[in-house]
């Protein structure tokens, strides 16, 4: 038994710290520790990403030989000169047929061939689908030569419809995948009860199926539509004359020998990023649920 010292018998004891009082303030720090893990990244990144794009904004809208960090006065002589002055209207024109054109044609057979790939038994089908996949490892750069000497056989070079062909062949894998995804998410049992009914299978696929498929359409036209907008490889390849340029091969020819006119290449660069953001402002609910739908199985 021991016995206690006069400092022990004249000192109260200290009461220990509740347990639930020290879980909350474990929980606390632990707490401001991940809230630290996160937002330090994302304010990194956002630094990363938003600062240039405020450097575009503040080149494009101050006024020519200003050294302002503010963009005032605004002025959009800037973009006067790049539209009218560069020939940058053209180029707007030649990149939305472009772009258009390749969204249709790879919507269009991205369907029909995901809906074969999602219905259909036939033999090869796997090793179709992983030879498919394998061309998505081959750099476009590979393809340039071959791809020239094929369309100046064609008399297609200086044509827009070469960029169309190369930007749709190079995206259409992606989009028979993911259309082939999409479709077995819809319950095969629709498109029986259809038939039952006397339609076919091709008014079957229009009645039932495609209805359903507009987040799916929406996702694959989406992503040729961005494909072929920033494709600069095939344009300066295959297109000679200035008034065939698309968008990204105009704002190239904005850089100078001996100097640039960072005014107006900003300018370019903001009329460049324009439809890609007003498309994805407009399509992001149907963009974000079918990418959901088409992950999910396939």
């Known amino acids: 038994m021991s016995l206690a010292t006069h400092d022990d018998v004249g000192q109260a004891p200290v009461p220990a710290a509740p347990p639930a009082r020290r879980h909350a303030a474990r929980k606390r720090r632990r707490s401001m520790g991940d809230r630290l893990m996160l937002w330090l990244p994302l304010t990194l990144f956002l630094l990363f990403t938003l600062v240039p794009l405020y450097w575009m904004v503040l080149f494009a809208f101050r006024p020519p030989g200003s050294t302002a960090l ?10 006067r000169r790049v539209w009218e002055g560069s020939g940058f209207g053209v180029y707007f024109r030649n990149s939305i047929a472009v772009a258009v054109a390749s969204l249709v044609v790879s919507t269009v057979i991205g369907m029909l061939g995901g809906y074969a790939l999602a219905r259909l038994t036939f033999r090869g089908k796997n090793v179709f689908l992983v030879i498919m996949l394998c061309t998505q490892f081959i750099p476009g750069a590979m393809m340039l030569i ?8 064609l008399y297609l070079t200086n044509s827009l419809w070469s ?136």
């Open 146 to 153: 071959p791809l020239f000497q094929i369309f100046n056989g």
């Open 163 to 298: 960029l169309i062909i190369a930007d749709t062949v190079f995206h259409l894998p992606l989009s028979l995948v993911l259309m082939a995804g999409f479709i077995r998410n819809v319950p095969v049992t629709l498109e029986e009860s259809a038939q039952v009914d006397g339609c076919g299978r091709i008014r079957a696929f229009c009645a039932v199926v495609l209805p359903l498929l507009k987040p799916g359409i929406v996702a694959v036209g989406s992503f040729a539509f961005i494909s072929a907008w920033n494709n600069f490889l095939f344009a300066i390849m295959f297109i000679s004359s200035q008034d065939r340029f698309t968008v990204p091969v105009g704002l190239s020819y904005l850089l100078g020998e001996f100097g640039s006119d960072f005014g107006a290449l900003a300018a370019g660069g903001l009329i460049a990023v324009a439809p890609v953001v007003v498309l994805f402002a407009y399509v992001q609910r149907f963009l974000i649920q079918g990418l959901s739908a088409g992950a999910v199985k396939g």
């Open 70 to 79: 503010v963009p005032w006065p605004i002025t959009l002589e800037n973009f």
